[in-house]
């Protein structure tokens, strides 16, 4: 199994502050993760793909980086709804799919 | 629009059994593999099950192999899971999730339900 571990568990931002998370896979996974926003009592959304390709509809401040064991979500300046909980989640192993532990972003 | 639909959530005593269902609508459901995802009480996201297009090819995650069953109705756009010896470990919002693109597993899930809630418990 790919271990994915996020990093940190708990982001204090202000609004329009830049907000920068780390995720880390166990072993390479190409470029095959995905980032996703949750928020309370929702499911979650997908943001990013292909570590770097934004989905439809998601904002230019939503950018992904990086490939092979190391991945970076960025949020150039931090709109009110970007309040919410981010999961990184690899699909290179696509038999035994996993998620990091999430970082909750909060406002400062 | 693409949707999910979800039920079949409820109260179940440990060793028992639920089916779940996920509705879909809006794409071509055959052509595309979907996934069951849960997230228990508080935690994060684990991937329980996948089923291919065609209903011909499954996988479970080690958690649920041998107790929970994915399969789907194409002629109904309906994904389900058949969830049997119920442990309180299994207590979960269990979301279906289609996989973004088509006829291939290695994608991630563009279109999530809004989840249903199963609850382990004597």
């Known amino acids: 199994e790919i271990v994915m571990t996020q990093s940190p568990a708990t982001l204090s931002v202000s609004p329009g502050e830049r907000a920068t998370l780390s995720c880390r896979a166990s072993?390479?996974?190409?470029?095959?993760l995905a980032w996703y926003q949750q928020k309370p009592g929702q499911a979650p959304r997908l943001l990013i793909y292909g570590a770097s390709t934004r989905a439809t509809g998601i904002p230019a401040r939503f950018s992904g980086s990086g490939s092979g064991t190391e991945f970076t979500l960025t949020i150039s300046s931090l709109q009110s709804e970007d309040f919410a909980v981010y999961y990184c989640?690899?699909?290179?192993?696509?038999?035994?799919?996993?998620f990091g532990g999430g970082t909750k972003v909060e406002i400062k | 629009e693409v949707q999910l639909l979800e039920s079949g959530g409820g109260l179940v005593q440990p060793g028992g059994s639920l089916r779940l269902s996920c509705a879909a609508s809006?794409?071509?459901?055959?052509?595309?593999?979907m996934s069951w995802v849960r997230q228990a009480p508080g935690k994060g996201l684990e991937w329980v099950s996948v089923i291919s297009g065609s209903g011909d090819n499954t996988y479970h995650a080690d958690s649920v192999k041998g107790r929970f069953i994915i399969s789907r109705d194409n002629s109904k756009n309906t994904l389900y899971l058949q969830m049997n010896s119920l442990r309180a470990e299994d207590a979960a919002v269990y979301y279906c999730?289609?996989?973004?693109?088509?006829?291939?597993?290695?994608?991630?899930?563009?279109?999530w339900g809004q989840g249903t809630m199963v609850t382990v418990s004597s």
């Open positions: 072993q390479s996974v190409s470029s095959n």
């Open positions: 989640q690899q699909y290179n192993n696509w038999l035994a799919l996993t």
């Open positions: 999730a289609k996989y973004f693109h088509s006829g291939t597993y290695s994608s991630t899930f563009d279109i």
């Open positions: 809006g794409f071509t459901f055959s052509s595309y593999a």
